[in-house]
Structure formats: structure tokens, C-alpha cells
């Protein structure tokens, strides 16, 4: 029984600093957006810093697996409602080039978008979901989390919400949107 409580109390000393270590590195809402930069398919770089100096910024840390692909429709909605009130879209992908692009032509993505296929980002962000969004105000401050695959869209009309905000504009209902274009 000691030697029970002695090999837990040895683990819980190892292991424990490594979990709350973890958890002061996550991002929250508030925090400045860490420094983070990126090459597109071009090679051209994509600096969030220079982004977030112009306006807002949607960082979307995604794949292309079912769940993403269902929800796609919904942020590029999103990025179509406020682009021209200043919100830039990212998306971030991590899977092989070849593939994202050939996903990116079928889908037709209307956004900035990078390949991430070791999933650096993932680590700038201090998250291990995917996908993850970070709404980033102008001048970097993190303005909203979300992480996680939501195909209702629900998701997607929460952010857009709180970008309507951002940029000083109605909300827009991507996710009605996005449905009455299913229902035809």
C-alpha cells in the first residue's frame, strides 16, 4: 500500500508541472496573438501581424477530413460577409500540398490559405484541436477561441457575430445562408 502511494505520488510530481505547463500556454480571449508567420502556395509570407495591422483576421487551423469539409461552406460565407469590412480569412491546412490543392480548386476557396503539413501552427497557437479559430482583432488581440468541428454551423454564426462586431457591421446569418443554398 506505501509503495502504492509513493510510485502515485512520484508520478502525479512528474507529470503534473507538465499538464499545468501546458495549461499556461493556451491562448485566451484577451491575450496579444502570438507572432506568426506563414508561406502561401506561392511561397508569398503571410505575417498575421501585418494582417492584424489592417484590420481583423480569422486564423482557421484546419484539414480537409469530412467533419472540416461539412463545415467549410460556413466560413467561406463568413469571410465573404465582412471581407469587405476589413476581416482577412486564413485558413491553415495541414495536409500535403498536392492534396490542399486539389481541395482548394474543388472547393473553390475564396480565402488566404497555407499549408502546414507538420503542424507548426498548431503549436504557435497552443492547440492540439482541429480545427481551431482564432478571431484576432485589429492590432492583434485575441477577440474569440473556438475549437473543435461543428457541422450545424453554429459554430461559424457565433464568430460571425462577434466579426460583425469587429468590424462595425450587421451580422450577417452565414448559417441560414449557407442552409437555404442546401435547400435548393
Given at each position: 500500500m506505501k509503495t502504492?502511494?509513493?510510485?502515485?505520488?512520484?508520478?502525479?510530481?512528474?507529470?503534473?508541472?507538465?499538464?499545468?505547463?501546458?495549461?499556461?500556454?493556451?491562448?485566451?480571449?484577451?491575450?496579444?496573438?502570438?507572432?506568426?508567420?506563414?508561406?502561401?502556395?506561392?511561397?508569398?509570407?503571410?505575417?498575421?501581424?501585418?494582417?492584424?495591422?489592417?484590420?481583423?483576421?480569422?486564423?482557421r487551423l484546419t484539414c480537409g477530413c469530412l467533419g472540416c469539409n461539412k463545415e467549410l461552406p460556413y466560413f467561406q460565407e463568413l469571410h465573404a460577409a465582412y471581407k469587405d469590412k476589413g476581416l482577412t480569412s486564413l485558413a491553415v491546412f495541414r495536409e500535403p500540398d498536392a492534396k490542399v490543392e486539389a481541395y482548394v480548386k474543388e472547393k473553390k476557396l475564396n480565402m488566404l490559405y497555407a499549408v502546414d503539413p507538420k503542424g507548426e501552427s498548431w503549436k504557435v497557437f497552443a492547440t492540439t484541436t482541429m480545427p481551431s479559430n482564432f478571431l484576432i482583432e485589429k492590432g492583434g488581440r485575441i477577440a474569440a477561441i473556438s475549437t473543435g468541428c461543428d457541422t450545424s454551423g453554429l459554430l461559424a454564426a457565433r464568430l460571425s457575430e462577434k466579426a460583425a462586431a469587429l468590424v462595425g457591421a450587421a451580422t450577417v446569418d452565414v448559417r441560414g445562408k449557407v442552409d437555404a443554398g442546401k435547400a435548393k
Open positions: 502504492s502511494i509513493a510510485l502515485a505520488s512520484l508520478v502525479a510530481s512528474i507529470f503534473l508541472p507538465l499538464a499545468h505547463a501546458d495549461e499556461a500556454k493556451k491562448l485566451a480571449i484577451g491575450q496579444q496573438a502570438p507572432a506568426f508567420a506563414i508561406k502561401d502556395a506561392s511561397g508569398k509570407e503571410i505575417d498575421l501581424a501585418a494582417l492584424t495591422a489592417q484590420g481583423p483576421v480569422l486564423v
